[in-house]
């Protein structure tokens, strides 16, 4: 899917006014020749969990291809006034702006692949200030489709092979947050979307039959449920929950057997109130006892992976899960937090000049250098991340430095497979990387959760999957660190 076929504007200046404002003074400094390097990463798991799913570089890719000032842009921008009146741009700048397209190089961790935190999800190497403005639309694409991709993975998960489909399209944050959601809950795990637009620009499989209204406007929930089938035989998913669940079910059963005869299928009945464990046992009782062995039940009503997982310990005989609200805007956590933090700068063609933000909580250090990821592997299972300085001396592979504690040093097992998960995706402003579709990101989901340990995965209090730092790196950020507070006082 482009993304100019869903947003037909120039999307340049869907940015924070700061970061024009930040660029114009590099400009009027004479910075605007600077190299820079860029990270985008996040400093804690969504959701208390243990593992984060990488998601939305498609999209960037795609915004980063486009980005350009058209005439109404700049125009736009030349209305923008100061506190005194006067155009808050030169229009020296303005003219600059209107060159102005990616050129720089962009390394980034493939969709679909578990992250940790303070791993960099992307990096970015170029001018500074288009380094600068490509800041706020990248966190805005990434930051959301990988909580999205996330909370699906965790849903998926709970449902333990069950098929989930997405129902959040209602509830979604605005137009574009029920497309992203649709596409990010599909590379997690979900099954299919029952957003039709997703389904068209993605590929995704689409479901739905009724809702609550169908069957409100007949006088009787039996003939609701014949003319529906009347209607669409091939489709029949029975919403049994308008009045009284259990007659409802009976009420199916009656033209579902009417369906058999005509040689269609009903393919299932839908819960969507009360006790869904004991509801969804009787409804299995009395589907097998009329013959209906192969109906589905399917279950939505406000789930999330918390509650498939009580239902699934209850016994509860539901075979796909319908998950809407909860899923689509990520109900228990509004942001996944990624930032984006200046790492290194230097004159055209000089030695790089290394940066971190100082900070007095040390989770928000950030880690200075031109960073790569290095995933370590034993007998199929990963062991350990390593963030190191790809324009440092050879990485030491023998151990790792834990970021927030540096008493704490795990060992790399001899011998141990590795791979650097940051892998080119633009040089010189040219796309270089791989086109994925999504049922390859989906597929490499799977892949990467079956090489965890169980334990990084769990709902609740998750084992802490070891991430460190090289031990040059982390020499390299406690000097820095050292530097910046004997400045500071």
């Given amino acids: 899917m482009e993304l100019k076929n869903l947003y037909q504007h120039n999307l340049s200046l869907l940015t924070d006014l700061y970061q024009l404002t930040m660029a114009y003074g590099y400009w009027k400094q004479g910075r605007h020749e600077e190299e820079a390097v860029f990270h985008l990463f996040f400093r804690r798991h969504p959701f208390g969990g243990g593992y984060t799913i990488a998601a939305g570089l498609e999209l960037a890719r795609q915004f980063i291809e486009a980005f350009h000032f058209e005439d109404d842009d700049l125009d736009y921008l030349a209305s923008l006034t100061g506190s005194d009146g006067n155009a808050l741009f030169d229009q020296g700048f303005l003219n600059y702006l209107k060159?102005?397209?990616?050129?720089?190089?962009?390394?980034?961790?493939?969709?679909?692949?578990?992250?940790?935190?303070?791993?960099?999800?992307?990096?970015?190497?170029?001018?500074?200030i288009l380094a600068q403005l490509l800041e706020t639309p990248l966190l805005n694409i990434i930051n959301f489709q990988t909580l999205i991709a996330t909370k699906s993975a965790r849903i998926c998960r709970a449902a333990e092979g069950d098929p989930v489909l997405?129902?959040?399209?209602?509830?979604a944050q605005g137009i574009d947050g029920a497309i992203s959601a649709s596409r990010a809950a599909y590379i997690g795990g979900t099954a299919a979307t029952s957003n039709v637009?997703?389904?068209?620009?993605?590929?995704i499989p689409v479901k739905g039959t009724h809702a609550h209204s169908?069957?409100?406007?007949?006088?009787?929930?039996?003939?609701?449920?014949?003319?529906y089938a009347e209607a669409m035989p091939n489709n029949c998913v029975f919403l049994v929950d308008t009045y009284d669940t259990i007659e409802g079910?009976?009420?199916?059963?009656?033209?579902?057997?009417?369906?058999s005869q005509l040689g269609?299928?009903?393919?299932?009945?839908?819960?969507?109130?009360?006790?869904?464990?004991?509801?969804?046992?009787?409804?299995?009782?009395?589907?097998?006892d009329a013959g209906f062995e192969d109906a589905a039940i399917v279950a939505s009503n406000d789930l999330d992976e918390h509650l498939i997982a009580d239902l699934k310990q209850q016994g509860a005989q539901i075979a796909i899960w319908g998950v809407g609200t909860k899923l689509a805007t990520s109900y228990d956590q509004a942001a996944l937090g990624g930032v984006y933090k200046l790492a290194a700068i230097r004159q055209k063609d000089q030695e790089w000049t290394y940066k971190l933000k100082l900070s007095e909580q040390k989770i928000k250090i950030s880690n200075p250098g031109i960073l790569n990821v290095r995933r370590f592997e034993v007998d199929g299972q990963y062991v350990a991340d390593m963030l190191f300085n790809e324009a440092g001396d050879n990485p030491d592979s023998s151990h790792i430095v834990d970021p927030n504690d540096d008493l704490r040093q795990r060992p790399i097992e001899t011998g141990a497979e590795f791979v650097d998960l940051l892998q080119p995706l633009f040089r010189d402003g040219k796309f270089v990387g791989a086109e994925e579709n999504l049922e390859k990101i989906r597929e490499r989901v799977q892949q990467q959760l079956a090489k965890f340990y169980d334990g990084c995965l769990r709902l609740r209090n998750p084992h802490a999957y070891p991430v460190g730092l090289e031990a040059g790196l982390h020499t390299l950020k406690n000097q820095l660190i050292k530097k910046a507070r004997t400045w500071v006082s």
Avoid at 109 to 119: C, K, N, Y
């Fill in 197 to 203: 637009l997703a389904g068209k620009l993605y590929g």
């Fill in 99 to 128: 060159d102005l397209r990616f050129d720089g190089d962009i390394d980034a961790i493939a969709e679909g692949t578990l992250v940790f935190p303070h791993e960099p999800l992307l990096r970015i190497k170029g001018n500074l």
């Fill in 249 to 259: 079910v009976k009420k199916a059963i009656r033209v579902g057997l009417d369906l």
């Fill in 166 to 171: 997405e129902f959040g399209l209602r509830r």
């Fill in 264 to 288: 269609y299928k009903m393919l299932g009945i839908r819960l969507d109130s009360g006790d869904l464990t004991w509801l969804s046992k009787e409804a299995r009782r009395l589907l097998d």
């Fill in 214 to 227: 169908w069957v409100m406007s007949y006088d009787d929930e039996e003939n609701a449920f014949r003319a």
